[in-house]
């Protein structure tokens, strides 16, 4: 059982009470939330089944279409801290509307798209639509939750779109590509964004408006570093570590970076607010943050690769392969709210981590005569119960401790991190794939890449056992449906 965060000041400052929902009302709020992550998470790995389709029918070179998936995560991840921020002058649900709206009109054009070029602007569209809407989902539900199981359920939910939507966009993909064309990964967007749209209205209430003068020189800085660092990462594992496009990528971004932490110190109301990572207890939960997609993406890209490439299934079988990890998501995250109250944020990273780690050392021992039933779909359950039980817990604690006025900043660099981590898996994990793959086969390359992954986990497990905390809870009050629920009060920054 972890111990409680110190008393708070009542100068710290507070995040608004939500405002009281029916039951019904609530839950349709949620799904508007569940619903827009799903379609931003899919996006990132629907497109990847129909390349093959992409590639035939638009004439992309081998080289120029990994530009199709690179297009959208650099416009995702250059933009997400600026939009953040924007968010937070605006009203979150206006930004959510606004980045749908782009998002839908960006995957028309791309579904009609007759030239390569002009489905790669496409692409470039859905990555700012997507950075627009994605930092509104997580203070959105802040929002309109209260703090306690009720939140807990909500988060729960938001894992399972964050976590499920690769799986589920790579068996989607191959379903919509096999049988309507690979438009279609494009087109299911429209009337989706359309209904999340006029539920946005219709069940979220907005947040308040924080007026301030846009932070243009923080925005620039950010943006650069991060297309710099994405654009390094991704480059170095096709191109090596040494290519003169890495290295000048994560100069830029190192001269960025300092930049960002210069102007940063001097604005009131920054992209960037460095008070988030004030103290290692406030930094370590989005280190940790980071890690763990890094380590996802040994599990989601290697266990991929083994499946086609060893095994030899269809990219729809392999989606299929994953849902495993899918159901245990899905049964974790019905008994995890009403527990996590009980045993603490702490317990459930902790656990959960050590879960992921063993999965992905499991993995490990893949080789050549390895089936599906001998070798992946024990280790991918344990990876189904580990990422259950870890993502909604460090959401809440970086949302939890952040101020009121920096939670759409909050979201913005958790959802950074995440794009971030999984951008250093993909150079990491693929330059140890590579490397091992000539020299001993791609069996072993896999095992040995997945090994490596077992390490990202671990990183984030140490991070989370020495700075993790627990949440207070808040007393009980009469519930809006009659029953207990926990009081609205103010949650503030912890120490």
Request: hydrophobic content about 55%; glycine content about 10%; aromatic content about 8%.
């Amino acid at each position: 059982m972890t111990t409680s965060a110190p008393p708070r000041t009542s100068a710290a400052p507070v995040v608004p009470a939500p405002s009281p929902h029916s039951g019904r009302r609530w839950m349709l709020g949620l799904v508007v939330v569940f619903v827009t992550q799903l379609m931003l998470v899919i996006d990132g790995s629907i497109v990847n089944v129909a390349l093959p389709a992409i590639q035939a029918q638009l004439g992309f070179t081998p080289t120029s279409l990994s530009w199709v998936v690179t297009a959208y995560a650099l416009a995702f991840a250059g933009l997400i801290l600026l939009s953040g921020r924007i968010g937070s002058m605006i009203g979150t649900r206006l930004a959510l509307v606004i980045g749908t709206l782009v998002f839908i009109v960006a995957s028309a054009l791309g579904g009609f798209a007759p030239t390569a070029e002009l489905l790669i602007v496409a692409r470039v569209l859905q990555g700012i639509g997507a950075a627009i809407a994605a930092p509104s989902t997580l203070v959105l539900l802040m929002k309109n939750t209260t703090p306690g199981p009720q939140r807990s359920r909500a988060m729960a939910m938001f894992v399972i779109a964050a976590g499920s939507g690769g799986a589920i966009g790579l068996v989607l993909g191959g379903i919509l590509t096999t049988t309507l064309g690979w438009e279609w990964v494009m087109f299911v967007n429209i009337p989706v964004g359309l209904l999340i749209v006029a539920g946005a209205y219709a069940f979220l209430d907005e947040t308040d408006r924080l007026p301030a003068r846009l932070d243009f020189g923080g925005a620039a800085a950010s943006t650069i570093a991060m297309v710099a660092l994405i654009f390094g990462f991704t480059t170095a594992a096709s191109d090596g570590w040494t290519h003169p496009l890495v290295v000048a990528s994560f100069v830029v971004a190192l001269f960025a970076l300092g930049a960002l932490m210069i102007v940063e110190r001097r604005h009131l109301a920054p992209v960037v607010p460095l008070t988030l990572f004030s103290t290692a207890r406030r930094a370590a939960p989005f280190a940790a943050m980071m890690m763990v997609p890094a380590g996802m993406f040994a599990f989601f890209y290697f266990v991929n690769l083994f499946t086609q490439n060893v095994l030899h299934f269809d990219p729809l079988g392999t989606g299929l392969a994953l849902l495993p990890f899918v159901g245990a998501m899905l049964v974790t995250n019905q008994f995890s709210p009403a527990l996590l109250p009980r045993l603490g944020e702490k317990t459930f990273l902790i656990v959960g981590l050590s879960a992921l780690m063993v999965g992905l050392l499991w993995l490990g021992q893949l080789n050549a005569e390895s089936t599906f039933l001998s070798g992946i779909l024990a280790p991918t359950l344990i990876m189904g119960f580990g990422a259950g039980l870890t993502f909604a817990p460090l959401t809440s604690i970086i949302l939890d401790q952040a101020p009121a006025d920096d939670l759409s900043s909050a979201s913005s660099l958790l959802q950074a991190a995440q794009q971030l981590g999984g951008s250093i898996g993909v150079a990491v994990l693929t330059t140890v794939f590579v490397s091992v793959s000539a020299a001993s086969g791609a069996a072993t390359g896999t095992a040995t890449a997945l090994l490596f992954g077992a390490g990202f986990a671990a990183v984030a497990l140490l991070l989370v056992s020495i700075w993790a905390r627990r949440i207070p809870m808040v007393p009980l009050v009469s519930g809006v449906d009659g029953g207990s629920a926990p009081a609205p009060a103010a949650v503030t920054i912890g120490s």
